[in-house]
């Protein structure tokens, strides 16, 4: 568990008209966040659409609204990795979860902070974390790590609701990009491999997150060292999105444009 201090993301909204400084403050820090860019709207369909499926496999409390996202208690936490789950694969085929990616804004967006014509991977991820679920929480890392092909892949990360810091948002650290890749190690938490939290701290940056709120988004660089924090809350269900890009004539792992963990599922 790390003790280090975290700090606020600092948003750019200001410069969403001025692409140079939007450039200089990616390269500088490593990611960009953006308070309410992103239509609530669609959001709140991609919200329903995945909680949908979790009630009908019982993880959804039914006498309050179901866009309120509140865990009924039953099963997950424990017993089950999401990822390989039967839940998992349904919200990977949902249609405007899909459709997302290249919604007009994060295609304008990529497309004019790369300077060039866009490749969205069809790797997407829409996650779904569960209260008191530790073990699950995603461990420091860089995306590289995984996703391969070009470090200069950027990951959007968008919470599909409302998602202050006791939800388990995200936190980057700022300049890691430059860092090139530090050493991964196998690790509890979702992937199961991670940067160790003291080397983490070695480094001496901060981690920098927020009190998510929906319609806002976290944008980062392939080598940008970033981690989930614990669902603490009582009840309620996290629910992310995460979708990628690069240049098209960037090299592309085979792997990204499959659906995420395509062969690797549970049975239902
Ligand atoms: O939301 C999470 O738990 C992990 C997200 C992540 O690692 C990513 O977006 O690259």
Known sequence: MSTQLKQELSPSNEWLHDLPE????LNEDGYLFFRGILDKNE????REDMLAI???YGYVKTDVPLVDGIYSGEGFPTAIKFETSPLYRRILGLPRFNAFGSNAVLSLLLSGLLDSELQEHRRRIGRITFPGSFKNTTPPHQDYFYIKGTPDTYTCW???GDCPEELGGLAVMPKTHKLGMLTHEPMQGTGGHGVLHERCEELGLPWLTTDFQMGD??????HTLHKALDNRSENRLRLSLEYRYQRKVDDIDPGSMEYHMRGSFDKD
Do not use: K, Q, V, Y
């Open 54 to 56: 979790a009630s009908e």
């Open 43 to 46: 959001l709140t369909h991609i």
């Open 217 to 222: 988004l976290l944008l980062f660089h392939g």
């Open 158 to 160: 968008i919470p599909a």
């Open 22 to 25: 939007l450039r200089n403050r």
